[in-house]
């Protein structure tokens, strides 16, 4: 089946740094979701994209929908302790009736 | 506001035993998904609906069964719990946009621990 890279797995930065995080597919993608996921809780829908090329901010956070239909970016500004938790990529190939995950990057926050 | 609703939200079970998760939404999705989320494997999914009536495996179906009987609510049973079945077990829903089904959006979970 289709699958979804994500890195980093892992980040620890400082409060006030931005992030950056990405997912890359060997498939082509028709949609391209962005997920937190909060430690307890199901994950939240962030960001939505549906067309390649796409930028599309929610506050602080932004995300790209790669050109090639193949890679998606989030980046997170000046992030804040309640940034902190997992973020997921999510894809869907064009004609497919399910979205395929990544594995997820934890984000940590140092004060 | 109720949106994806799942039961129960905590479980234990022993080897062998059955039980079935009932996940409920109230947003007249057509599509709805099980998914199983285990340290490191990031959320896998198990099997899915893309309407009442009708369900599909995903990709990590084996030791579990599904149903949809009716629009709102897609039911996940074990048959037989093994302990390789612990985990956090997502249902989440999803319309259909256009060229297909998209922003799915997630209960709370069930952790279920087999022992």
């Known amino acids: 089946g289709q699958q979804l890279n994500q890195s980093p797995q892992s980040m620890f930065i400082q409060e006030g740094e931005d992030v950056s995080m990405n997912c890359t597919s060997s498939?082509?993608?028709?949609?391209w979701l962005w997920y937190k996921q909060d430690p307890g809780e199901g994950p939240v829908l962030l960001i939505a994209?549906?067309?390649?090329?796409e930028l599309t901010s929610n506050g602080r956070l932004t995300a790209q929908f790669g050109i090639t239909r193949k890679d998606s970016f989030l980046n997170i500004s000046a992030s804040i302790p309640s940034d902190v938790g997992i973020y997921f990529c999510?894809?869907?190939?064009?004609?497919?009736?399910?979205?395929?995950f990544g594995q997820g990057t934890r984000l940590t926050i140092n004060p | 506001n109720a949106g994806v609703t799942q039961t129960p939200k905590f479980r234990v079970l022993k080897t062998g035993q059955s039980m079935t998760l009932l996940c409920a939404q109230d947003?007249?999705?057509?599509?709805m998904y099980w998914y199983r989320q285990d340290p490191g494997m990031g959320l896998r999914l198990i099997h899915y609906?893309?309407?009442?009536?009708?369900?599909a495996k995903g990709e990590v179906p084996d030791g579990y069964n599904v149903s949809r009987l009716k629009k709102q609510n897609f039911l996940l049973g074990l048959e037989s719990a093994a302990p390789s079945q612990t985990s956090v077990y997502f249902c989440?829903?999803?319309?259909?946009?256009?060229?297909?089904?998209?922003?799915?959006?997630f209960g709370q979970g069930t952790r279920l621990t087999v022992v």
């Open positions: 989440a829903s999803s319309y259909s946009r256009g060229r297909g089904n998209t922003e799915a959006f």
């Open positions: 498939s082509i993608f028709n949609t």
């Open positions: 994209l549906y067309k390649a090329g």
């Open positions: 999510a894809g869907q190939v064009r004609g497919a009736q399910k979205l395929v």
């Open positions: 947003m007249n999705h057509e599509y």
């Open positions: 609906s893309v309407g009442e009536g009708t369900t």
